[in-house]
C-alpha cells in the first residue's frame, strides 16, 4: 500500500479511537497485523501521531486549561484542585508504567490478546452500565481526591493492549458514581499527561531511529498522520460528548465484542 495512504489511514485510526473506549493501540496493532504492516517501520509513526489526538484535547478544551493555568498563577483553589485531582489520577499509571514497561512491550506484540481484551471489556462495559449509580453532575475539580485515585488505579488496566485508557479511566470514574460527563472529561484531561508521558517514554526508546530520520517512513508521512490524527479526534471529542450524555456507552461495548471476536477469529486462521 502506498506509504501516504497508509499514513493517512492510521491517522484516522488513531484519532477515531484515542478517545472512544475501544482502544487505540489496539486497532493500531490490530490494523498492522491484519493489513499486513510492518510493525517497527511504523513504531516511530505511530507514536508521534498520538500527540495529534492530545493537541485536539488542548484546542477542545482550551478555555479550560487556560483558566487552570491563570488560576494557578494567584493560587485559585479550583486551579489547585483540577492539577491535584489530575495528577493524583496520572501517579498509578505513571510509576506502573515504567516499572512494567518490558512486560508491556510484550503484550503489544501479541495481537491476539487484544481480541480477547476487547471482549472482556465490552461486557465490562455493559455490567457497569447496568449497575452503576452515578452522581450529580460535577466539576473535576470537586471530585474527592479518593476518587480520583481510583480513577488512576483503573487506567492501569489500559497496559493491556485492547483493555482502551479511556475505557478504563470513564468504566471506572462511573463504578464510583462520577456522572458521565463529567468522567469523560475527566478521561480527557488525564489524557494529556498520560499520553505525553508514554510517548515521551517511547520517543527516548526509539531516539536511535528519530536520529537516523525516522526509518523507512519518513517524516512527511509522520507530519500526515499527526494532523489526520488531529482533525479526525478533534471531531470525535465534540461528536463523543454529546452520544454518551444521550446513549451512554453500551454500543462501543457491543462494538468491542463484535470487533474483537472477528479479530479473533481471523488471527487464529
Not at 484519532?15 to 516511530?44: D, M, Q, R
Not at 493524583?88 to 510484550?106: E, Q, T
Request: with cysteine.
Amino acid at each position: 500500500m502506498n506509504l501516504t495512504l497508509t499514513a493517512i489511514l492510521l491517522g484516522i485510526v488513531e484519532g477515531l479511537t484515542e478517545f472512544l473506549p475501544v482502544s487505540s493501540t489496539g486497532h493500531l496493532i490490530l490494523a498492522t497485523e491484519l493489513f499486513g504492516y510492518n510493525a517497527e517501520t511504523w513504531k516511530v509513526f505511530n507514536i508521534v501521531i498520538q500527540l495529534g489526538a492530545i493537541l485536539a484535547v488542548v484546542v477542545q478544551f482550551w478555555r479550560t486549561f487556560w483558566a487552570v493555568g491563570a488560576g494557578l498563577l494567584v493560587l485559585n483553589p479550583v486551579s489547585i484542585r483540577f492539577v491535584r485531582n489530575v495528577l493524583l489520577a496520572f501517579l498509578p499509571s505513571a510509576v506502573l508504567g515504567v516499572l512494567l514497561k518490558s512486560y508491556i512491550d510484550i503484550l503489544l506484540g501479541a495481537p491476539v490478546v487484544v481480541g480477547y481484551a476487547l471482549i472482556l471489556g465490552g461486557i465490562a462495559i455493559l455490567a457497569i452500565e447496568r449497575i452503576a449509580k452515578p452522581g450529580p453532575l460535577t466539576g473535576v475539580a470537586e471530585l474527592p481526591a479518593k476518587q480520583c485515585l481510583g480513577v488512576g488505579l483503573a487506567q492501569c488496566l489500559a497496559m493491556v493492549p485492547g483493555v482502551s485508557r479511556s475505557g478504563a479511566t470513564i468504566m471506572g470514574a462511573l463504578a464510583m458514581g462520577i456522572e458521565r460527563r463529567t468522567a469523560a472529561e475527566f478521561s480527557f484531561f488525564l489524557a494529556v499527561p498520560t499520553m505525553m508521558g508514554a510517548t515521551t517514554l517511547e520517543l527516548l526508546d526509539s531516539r536511535e531511529a528519530l536520529a537516523a530520520g525516522a526509518g523507512p517512513v519518513g517524516w512527511s508521512e509522520i507530519a500526515i498522520g499527526f494532523f489526520v490524527s488531529f482533525i479526525v479526534a478533534l471531531v470525535v471529542i465534540k461528536a463523543f460528548m454529546a452520544f454518551v450524555s444521550r446513549s451512554g456507552f453500551g454500543p462501543f461495548a457491543w462494538y468491542r465484542i463484535v470487533a474483537g471476536a472477528i479479530a479473533i477469529y481471523v488471527l487464529s486462521n
